[in-house]
């Protein structure tokens, strides 16, 4: 595991992305936090991650849009989507088109967290995005 | 007869008529004249020759009529012809008058005083005018009293009929006042279509002007609705009495004024069996499914809101429970098992609801397909062994070597299990007993799965209220976890979705026995064997 990989998780759930970025920290990533798509946007531009973890429902701009903004210049950055279980399934299916790394639910355990970040990372070693 | 002796009188009379009179006169007066000789008195002789002259005169009347009749004198007959035609009636009310002349005529030519002869004229012609005018008045009387019996008697029927005609008049209009008023739409259709009744409901509802309504007008022509087609047809289902509710959306160009009706329908029938029509009763329940939308949504919306910090929490504990930020006391991860407990017990709550909720709303969908029984069994006792071997109580998996596969959705049939099992876990005492159990169902084609228990059972009072929604019954231990009171409806949801059945055993006399069935797949692949793990 490369412990300098640098991570951005993307949630407007303060209390969640709090205890996900302290698990993340604990295992030695740096993490970064937006609250929305287009602060998102903005850190990438400025420092681009590693991996990023991007929540679908969001205020002033969603996961989904903000994926595709990032694909119209990024195809290779590792974005997992994470998303609340009960959503429908089109909006997993939109994000796959657009290449992503994974799916993270949000009831699912952080050992679970580790497993789709480990293949997130394995897909910067390949070059690709894309599952 | 007097009126014709009259009337011939008045008349001149032809030569047979002089020649007859002339004889009869002869053999009438003759004796009268002799008669003065035999009684003495000329008094009595004159009343002798009166009375022998009137008997004359009937007699003679009465011959002249029998022989002009059939003789054929003409020209009398067609005069009487002509004046009975002419004033019938005069006839009775000039009887007296021309009776008085004569018998004048007759006894003038009797002798005696001309004072008397009128006098005796006038009594018998008195006598004879009272005969006459009795019977007439006694026939009248009699015909009088048959004619108004006659009137009486139907003037009374008459009565009887429009009294009648009116009650009926008045069912009539009450039950076309009562179906008219019904809130419910009603329609009666023949088996064309074509409209046999409509109430102002219906007509409301379907959106139809008065003069689509009409009798005999096809219901198809005014709706020309596709939704409609299965209102007016009958359907060819060889159905009897009622059918089975049917909704029907009539679409609108704007959304807000979409309906949805209900109609319930029921086939009409002839003495035959064949269908001449239908009735169906036409609610609105536009707002009930709005109600039933805008119901789901919420739920939807309440879960989503509830869970997110729920997550957040069970995430936040678990951090503190794996010892990510730093290592626990003994105290400090008793307490925070406690919190992780009781938030996994309100996710469940939550899920629980999402669950009802898209049952209610039939927006469940199960993927069932042949699945072997046995690993799913193993799989629930797997999940639930911690917390049975926390209360020393002991889970026994009893599979019949030979049970076939059944058909269903393994995800929801886990849930059903675990549901049964941990209801059993729950109100089993220590050291107690829970078997699970599979088998193909003697009495029908199905697979039977149970779970019995060694628990305290459940009275007779509360089975029926099992299957309810947030219903729990009999005594549970301080310590346990309380359930929802949706594990069981839930389940008998997803049963009833699998085309089984899920009861309480009645015959079970120790403990709880719940049984449910599922369809067995058609072509048995592999067959499980015999298990028996103590877990």
Not at chain 2, 154 to 163: G, I, S, T
Not at chain 2, 300 to 321: D, G, N, Y
Not at chain 2, 378 to 401: G, I
């Amino acid at each position: 595991m490369a412990e300098k990989h640098r991570i951005l998780i993307v949630d407007d759930e303060v209390d969640f992305a709090e205890s996900l970025a302290y698990w993340l920290e604990a295992k030695g990533y740096p993490v970064e936090r937006a609250e929305n798509g287009k602060e998102a946007l903005e850190r990438i531009a400025e420092n681009p991650p590693d991996v990023v973890f991007m929540d679908i429902n969001m205020p002033v701009m969603g996961g989904i849009e903000a994926l595709k903004k990032l694909r119209e210049t990024n195809k290779t950055l590792p974005v997992v989507m994470v998303t609340a279980a009960y959503q429908d399934t089109e909006k997993f299916m939109q994000s796959k088109e657009l290449g992503i790394s994974g799916f993270f639910p949000k009831s699912e355990s952080l050992n679970q967290l580790g497993r789709v970040l480990e293949i997130a990372l394995k897909g910067i070693k390949t070059g690709s995005a894309g599952e | 007869m007097l009126e014709q002796l009259r009337v011939m009188m008045k008349n001149k009379p032809n030569l047979n008529q002089r020649f007859i009179l002339g004889g009869l006169a002869w053999v009438l007066f003759a004796p009268a004249a002799q008669a003065k000789n035999l009684f003495g008195s000329e008094q009595t002789a004159t009343l002798y020759a009166l009375v022998v002259t009137i008997l004359g005169a009937f007699l003679a009347g009465y011959v002249l009529i029998r022989f002009s009749q059939k003789s054929g004198t003409a020209r009398f007959k067609s005069d009487e012809k002509k004046k009975r035609l002419a004033q019938p009636q005069m006839t009775q009310q000039t009887d007296k008058k021309t009776l008085l002349p004569a018998i004048m005529y007759e006894m003038s030519k009797m002798s005696g005083s001309g004072r008397q002869k009128q006098n005796i004229a006038q009594s018998v012609t008195e006598l004879v005018t009272h005969a006459v005018e009795e019977q007439m008045d006694t026939m009248k009387k009699d015909l009088t009293q048959h004619y108004n019996k006659i009137i009486e008697e139907q003037r009374r029927n008459e009565a009887v009929l429009q009294h009648k005609y009116q009650v009926t008049l008045a069912d009539k209009k009450q039950t076309a006042a009562v179906l008219e008023s019904i809130a419910e739409g009603l329609v009666v259709v023949n088996n064309k279509g074509e409209v046999i009744m409509m109430n102002a409901a219906a007509k409301g509802l379907l959106e139809v002007e008065d003069k689509d309504a009409r009798t005999g007008h096809s219901l198809l022509d005014s709706l020309g609705e596709k939704q409609m087609v299965s209102l007016v047809q009958p359907s060819n289902k060889k159905s009897r009495g009622f059918e089975e509710d049917r909704e029907i959306i009539l679409s609108a160009k704007q959304e807000s004024t979409k309906k949805v009706l209900r109609a319930s329908n029921a086939m009409i029938t002839d003495e035959n069996g064949n269908t001449v029509g239908m009735v169906s009763v036409l609610s609105d329940v536009t707002k009930q499914r709005e109600l039933d939308q805008m119901k789901a949504d919420f739920v939807s919306k309440v879960s989503h809101e509830l869970r997110t910090p729920i997550v957040a929490m069970q995430h936040a504990l678990a951090i503190l429970s794996d010892q990510v930020a730093g290592s626990l006391t003994e105290e400090q991860q008793k307490f925070v098992s406690l919190s992780q407990r009781n938030l996994e017990r309100l996710n469940n709550l939550i899920n629980d609801l999402l669950d009802l909720s898209k049952l209610e709303a039939k927006k469940m969908q199960i993927r069932p397909q042949a699945t072997a029984i046995g690993p799913v069994i193993q799989q629930v006792c797997d999940s639930l062994e911690a917390w049975a071997n926390s209360k020393a109580v002991t889970l026994t998996q009893r599979v019949a070597p030979d049970t076939p596969e059944a058909i269903f959705d393994q995800a929801r049939i886990i849930q059903v299990i675990t549901n049964l099992v941990g209801n059993s876990i729950k109100f089993t005492p220590k050291q107690g007993r829970i078997t699970i159990e599979a088998k193909r169902s003697e009495a029908e084609d199905m697979l039977e799965v149970s779970v019995s228990d060694s628990g305290p059972g459940i009275s007779k009072e509360d089975i029926p209220k099992l299957f309810g929604k947030f219903q729990q019954v009999g005594e549970r231990s301080a310590t346990d976890i309380s359930g929802t009171g949706l594990g069981l409806a839930i389940s008998k949801e997803i049963v009833d979705l699998h085309q089984g059945q899920i009861y309480v055993d009645p015959n079970c006399t120790q403990g709880t026995r719940f049984v449910f069935t599922l369809p067995l797949a058609p072509l048995p692949s592999s067959t499980e064997p015999a298990k028996k793990v103590e877990a």
